[in-house]
């Protein structure tokens, strides 16, 4: 059984940073894309960003591309969100998922999903 892990967020102020990371378990390594998420109160989710496990090929949604970096530790099957010059409309709760279809930007291609972790920004 997959398991996600996400942890890291919190309440910063804006032009200020955050890491995410979301730890993983269950999965088959080297086959699983994982990817970020995020749903702000009343909006649809979001993608954020996504990387495949083996080559590190990574996908970034044009609102958070040169703010935010995706990476991934294979040996502690952890991957991060790192959140720089962040802003008030960052704030949501993020989502780390894995698919099996490689690193997409489609919510319905993600097999396994986290339990969140909230990011608030002050502006």
């Known amino acids: 059984q997959v398991q996600l892990v996400e942890s890291g967020g919190g309440l910063v102020q804006a032009g200020g940073s955050l890491r995410l990371s979301c730890a993983a378990s269950g999965l088959i390594y080297g086959r699983y894309a994982m990817g970020w998420f995020r749903q702000a109160p009343g909006k649809e989710r979001e993608f954020v960003a996504a990387i495949s496990w083996r080559e590190g090929t990574t996908v970034n949604a044009d609102s958070v591309k040169g703010r935010f970096t995706i990476s991934r530790d294979n040996a502690k099957n952890t991957v991060y969100l790192q959140m720089n010059s962040l802003k008030p409309e960052d704030t949501a709760v993020y989502y780390c998922?894995?698919?099996?279809?490689?690193?997409?930007?489609?919510?319905?291609?993600?097999?396994?999903w986290g339990q969140g972790t909230q990011v608030t920004v002050s502006s």
């Open positions: 998922a894995a698919s099996v279809r490689g690193p997409t930007s489609s919510g319905g291609l993600y097999d396994s």
